[in-house]
């Protein structure tokens, strides 16, 4: 049955029923779900791995083969979606360095076997004695207190950085709030300390142009989880719309480093680029949220686009 | 209060340790006894000072001060006592503080039990572990300090809900400490024979029991995070080559290689220089998987630990790194051999073989981990190694461990005539032929599992018949009924891993309350959706009745947790074990209103017999250890005895 299923499949037979199961499993299992944390898209539960899994049964129902499923998943997501990689140009090493290992070690071993046998013995150096530290080292008590210093040394240099890191759960950045201000508001007056409702209400002022609510929303945010990458990134817009991009760009650089998946923090820093008038920075910045997430790319296009114009229009009027 | 205190406790450690590395080494060059005493002094100072910290961090936590930062974090009044006690390890800096308590532990161990010997090896072996704990305290004294004080609000958030899901969890980090942190005394042992430039057979058997003991610990640890992410993250698998994952299994590997190859260091005299090699490795492998947890390089489900110490770990590892090169180039060539090969079909032979599959495999996992990283980071693109890639590499090496497995103590030392290997070689292809002839009968079709099954059954009974062969029996040796043990072990979980990971069945099932739906030979029928309030979280529970061929089995309640923390819910499947195989119901979706539940359900034949197996082989890695650490002076007397007389 299998070797039909397989002839079946080289000619791209259209497929149905428990083989179009089998077949549509195993080639999810071979892509990789772009919004999880390196599950195949065969095992993940999220929306988006549903998702291309149907796309995958369809494009099996229809008749396409794995090479042209795997193919054109490639296309729209880029190489980042094959969980085995292609043996083409570098991507070939992962597949050669192995088997090289394999033959290298062989080789050592044919070798020392044969070098052993024929009685071969290497000459061991007699071990020499080494007192050759110099005398002052040699007392205890100086030993010790350079090591102190040492110590105190490392511990000065260490310092400054001392900061409490927030591990907040990992926002979902396409979550969208649909409750509104109000809503929010309420559940703030009830839970002053419920920061994830901070955070949904900032960023609805946010969309409505509220600026100072916006600040005050994501300081009492900071306040308490001064990390918080959310909070750091919408306090970041409001200091681009005060003009302190410098300020801006510091919160923007702590945000992305707390969390690099958020879009957001990304736009921030392709706005103030852009307001430099830095559009390779800019579309770098534009290009690293779209290649951590490759579904929003085309909002982020339409984003950038619309930055760079209002910059130009500025500029000219 | 405790936040003062627990930073003095911190930075004493830090001034104790540093200075303890320097005394150790000058020691080292002396040869000065006092010094020696001192070092060993200020290593028992540091433990101290360790354990006392975590002392005090377990009393703010369990007290809720929540004035100290840590406790802020991760503390809360509303979660159960259980998970108050493990918050310790919940997050990066308690984890770490943690990570210097075993480290405090194990240096005082290894110190108490090295005091009257190895006087030669032990300054220079106390200056690494102390350089290392140095270093871990610097991490706590600064960019990790978990005793800042901050203003108390009451009450916190509770630990990462991840960790409160589920008892696995909870046990999982701390013995993949144990695991990690143990490997740094055989670390400083082996160091301590490169500076001296010499590896006597007495300085074998603490470098042998060191590295078990955390072998032990990590191969405990590799199973729990497998068992954890079957019971809990909902896809029915227990390993999905994620980078955390890899980090626990590449200084398995190379421990397990050099496990093996002190065997032949014991026995015939050679290979100093490579066992020294894997076990500096195998450090330099720990540091790695502290860099790949610590740092959140990696988009990983562990990744929720990630912070700045990242840059600092890296620097650790590059100076980790430099040392060990430097001090293997300029010293292994002073390591050479006493003894000499007598032919590559020996038992020695096919140890050399297992070694090159152990290191093989070390290279392809640790490529397969960080060839996306090192695109990345020079090519500026993204791509993916997963699990497809490692199951294509893994599966053949692996097979090929598992035909060494039985060939391997089959084969007498030394050279054999072809009678002898005949002799040895030939009987167990019976063994071979039975599983391969039940595994086929039970639906087998898989070729590869098919071949580990008949690789399987030739070295289960080549391990059976050495358990009950005279000269061990005999000798009523422990160490090499220990051997046997974990080998049995590791066939059964090699086996079990093959046939559960192929002969798996999932389907999806859409049930309405009252309505049985089918799915293989089983049968199940939703009884009815929950709401369940505990202090720290709400759960929805679907409760499903589960028959197998019209016979009543059992009742599961697959499940979605809410956490306050947490805005989206966490799934916990639900599974029903019996000795052949397991039934595992994962919720996709709960509709209370129309009653109704769609859940994943899969079967997977023989898959606990690997966590009972990994158990097996750990309780024989244990008992490798413990008799002869009870025995080591009588067994040393009666050496001595026989001699005089």
Not at chain 2, 160 to 179: A, D, I, R
Not at chain 2, 593 to 614: D, K, R
Request: charged share 15%.
């Amino acid at each position: 049955m299998i070797t039909t299923l397989l002839l079946l499949l080289l000619v791209g037979q259209p497929l149905s029923g428990p083989a179009l199961d089998v077949k549509t499993n195993e080639v999810a299992s071979l892509l990789r779900c772009p919004v999880c944390q390196g599950m195949s898209v065969a095992d993940s539960p999220s929306e988006m791995a549903v998702n291309m899994k149907h796309q995958v049964r369809e494009m099996l129902a229809r008749g396409d083969s794995k090479e042209q499923i795997l193919e054109s998943f490639e296309r729209s997501y880029g190489q980042f979606v094959l969980l085995k990689p292609k043996f083409k140009g570098v991507n070939s090493l992962v597949w050669l360095l192995p088997i090289v290992a394999i033959g290298i070690g062989v080789f050592v071993i044919s070798r020392t076997i044969s070098r052993r046998r024929a009685g071969h013995v290497i000459e061991v150096e007699p071990v020499t004695d080494e007192v050759s530290a110099s005398r002052a080292l040699r007392s205890p008590l100086w030993i010790a207190l350079v090591a102190a210093l040492v110590a105190v040394g490392a511990w000065y240099a260490v310092q400054p950085k001392a900061a409490v890191e927030a591990q907040e759960p990992k926002p979902q950045p396409e979550s969208v709030v649909v409750d509104p201000a109000k809503q929010l508001e309420a559940t703030i007056r009830q839970s002053p300390d419920n920061l994830e409702a901070r955070i949904a209400l900032a960023k609805l002022y946010f969309d409505r142009n509220n600026m100072m609510g916006v600040f005050d929303q994501t300081q009492y945010v900071l306040d308490r989880s001064p990390d918080d990458s959310r909070a750091l990134t919408y306090q970041a817009f409001v200091r681009i719309a005060m003009g302190q991009p410098q300020n801006a760009a510091k919160l923007l650089a702590r945000a992305t480093a707390a969390d690099p998946g958020l879009t957001d923090a990304w736009i921030g820093i392709a706005w103030i680029k852009t307001e430099d008038g830095l559009p390779a920075e800019a579309q770098a910045a534009i290009a690293e949220a779209g290649r951590r997430h490759p579904e929003e790319r085309e909002r982020l296009a339409r984003v950038y686009a619309d930055m760079k114009q209002r910059t130009q229009r500025r500029d000219g009027g | 209060m405790n936040a003062a205190l627990g930073r003095v406790l911190i930075l004493s450690s830090l001034l104790v340790s540093t200075v303890g590395a320097f005394v150790a080494f000058a020691a080292g060059r002396t040869r000065d006894a006092q010094s020696l005493k001192w070092a060993r002094r200020l290593a028992y100072a540091f433990s101290a000072l360790m354990i006392g910290a975590t002392l005090v961090m377990e009393r703010a936590l369990i007290t809720h001060d929540f004035t100290v930062s840590y406790v802020a974090h991760v503390g809360s009044l509303s979660t159960p006592m259980w998970v108050t006690v493990a918050s310790l390890w919940s997050s990066l800096e308690g984890s770490l503080l943690f990570w210097g308590c075993v480290m405090g532990i194990y240096i005082a161990i290894a110190t108490f039990f090295t005091r009257e010997r190895h006087r030669e090896f032990m300054p220079d072996a106390i200056g690494v572990w102390l350089s290392c704990a140095a270093f871990f305290s610097l991490l706590l004294a600064g960019p990790a300090n978990p005793f800042l004080t901050v203003v108390s609000q009451g009450d916190g958030p509770g630990p990462n809900p991840l960790l409160q899901n589920h008892l696995l969890m909870v046990v999982h980090p701390p013995f993949l400490y144990l695991g990690y942190v143990g490997m740094t005394i055989p670390f400083g042992l082996a160091c301590a024979a490169l500076i001296k430039g010499s590896l006597p057979s007495s300085l074998l058997k603490p470098i042998r029991e060191s590295l078990m003991v955390p072998w032990v610990f990590l191969t405990f640890a590799i199973m729990l995070g497998g068992w954890w992410a079957y019971e809990v993250l909902g896809w029915g698998g227990y390993w999905a080559w994620d980078p955390v994952e890899n980090a626990s299994l590449l200084p398995w590997l190379t421990a397990t290689a050099a496990l093996h190859s002190i065997v032949v260091l014991e026995r015939r005299g050679v290979l100093k220089g490579w066992t020294v090699t894997l076990i500096l490795s195998t450090f330099l492998l720990v540091v790695l998987g502290t860099f790949m947890t610590r740092s959140g390089v990696f988009n990983s489900v562990h990744s929720f630990t990630q912070s700045a110490i990242g840059p600092m770990i890296l620097g650790f590892l590059a100076a980790a790194l430099v040392f060990t090169i430097a001090l293997l180039s300029m010293r292994i060539n002073r390591l050479e051999s006493d003894g000499n090969f007598d032919g590559a079909v020996s038992r020695e032979g096919m140890f050399l073989f297992n070694n090159l599959l152990f290191v093989v495999l070390t290279f392809t996992v640790l490529i397969g981990t960080v060839f996306p990283l090192v695109v990345e980071a020079l090519r500026g693109k993204q791509m993916s190694v997963g699990r497809p890639y490692f199951d294509s590499m893994v599966v053949p090496i692996g097979t090929l461990l598992l035909f060494l497995l039985g060939v391997g103590p089959a084969l007498p030392w030394g050279k054999a005539t072809a009678k002898q290997l005949r002799r040895a070689l030939l009987p167990p292809i019976v063994g071979a032929v039975i599983l391969l002839v039940v595994g086929y009968a039970f639906g087998a079709r898989n070729p590869w599992t098919l071949i580990t099954l008949a690789f399987g059954g030739y070295a289960a009974q080549v391990t059976l018949a050495q358990m009950r062969s005279p000269i061990v029996q005999l000798r009523k040796s422990p160490r090499r009924i220990a051997a046997h043990v974990v080998h049995a072990g590791a066939v059964i979980v090699i086996v079990a891993i093959a046939i559960s990971s192929t002969m798996r069945y999932t389907q999806e099932v859409h049930a309405v309350v009252g309505q049985p739906v089918t799915a293989g030979a089983y049968t199940l029928t939703l009884i009815g959706i929950e709401e369940r309030q505990e202090p720290h979280r709400s759960s929805t529970v679907a409760r499903f009745l589960v028959a197998k061929n019209g016979v009543q089995k059992t009742i599961l309640e697959p499940r979605m947790n809410h956490y306050q923390t947490m805005r989206e819910p966490i799934g916990t499947p639900d599974v029903y074990s019996t000795i052949a195989g397991d039934f595992y119901l994962s919720v996709l979706n709960i509709d209370p209103a129309q009653q109704s539940v769609s859940v994943n359900v899969i079967v997977t034949p023989f898959v606990g017999w690997i966590w009972f197996a990994v158990i097996l082989m750990g309780l024989g890695g244990l008992a490798a250890v413990l008799p002869s650490v009870t025995l080591s002076v009588p067994a040393e007397t009666i050496a001595t005895e026989a001699l005089v007389a």
